[in-house]
C-alpha cells in the first residue's frame, strides 16, 4: 500500500514559480513509477509529467515542456514537480500518482493517488 500526500500549491502570479512536493508512505514506494496530473475545473484530469522508479527519463505533457520539470528522491520517499513561467492556464488542482508501469500518460495506468494540491495563476 502506498499513502501519497501533495503540497506546495499556492496562488502565484503569471510568470511565477511553485514547486509541488509529494510525500509518500509505505514501503514499496520505490519501486513505482510517479507521475503528475492535473484538473481543471469543469475539465477532464489531464497528464503532466512522469519519471521512473529510478528517477530516470522524465516525460512531458506537450503543454508543459519546457517550464516543468519533475523530480523524485527516493531516499526522502518524495517527489517534486518545479513549475516556472507560469500562465493562468495552468490552473488546477494538481495529483501525485504512482504506477507499476513506466512512460503511462493514461490516468487508468495509475493504481495510487493523492488528495490533489490548488494551484491558481492569476493574470
Known amino acids: 500500500q502506498v499513502q501519497l500526500v501533495e503540497s506546495g500549491g499556492g496562488l502565484v502570479q503569471a510568470g511565477g514559480s511553485l514547486r509541488l512536493s509529494c510525500a509518500a508512505s509505505g514501503r514499496t514506494f520505490n519501486n513505482y513509477n510517479a507521475a503528475w496530473f492535473r484538473q481543471a475545473p469543469g475539465k477532464e484530469r489531464d497528464f503532466v509529467a512522469t519519471i521512473t522508479w529510478r528517477g530516470d527519463s522524465p516525460t512531458y505533457g506537450d503543454s508543459v515542456l519546457g517550464r516543468f520539470t519533475i523530480s523524485r528522491d527516493n531516499a526522502k520517499n518524495t517527489v517534486y514537480l518545479q513549475m516556472n513561467s507560469l500562465k493562468p492556464e495552468d490552473t488546477a488542482v494538481y495529483y501525485c500518482?504512482?504506477?507499476?508501469?513506466?512512460?503511462?500518460?493514461?490516468?487508468?495506468?495509475?493504481?495510487?493517488w493523492g488528495q490533489g494540491t490548488q494551484v491558481t495563476v492569476s493574470a
Open positions: 500518482a504512482a504506477s507499476g508501469v513506466r512512460f503511462a500518460r493514461d490516468q487508468r495506468a495509475y493504481r495510487y
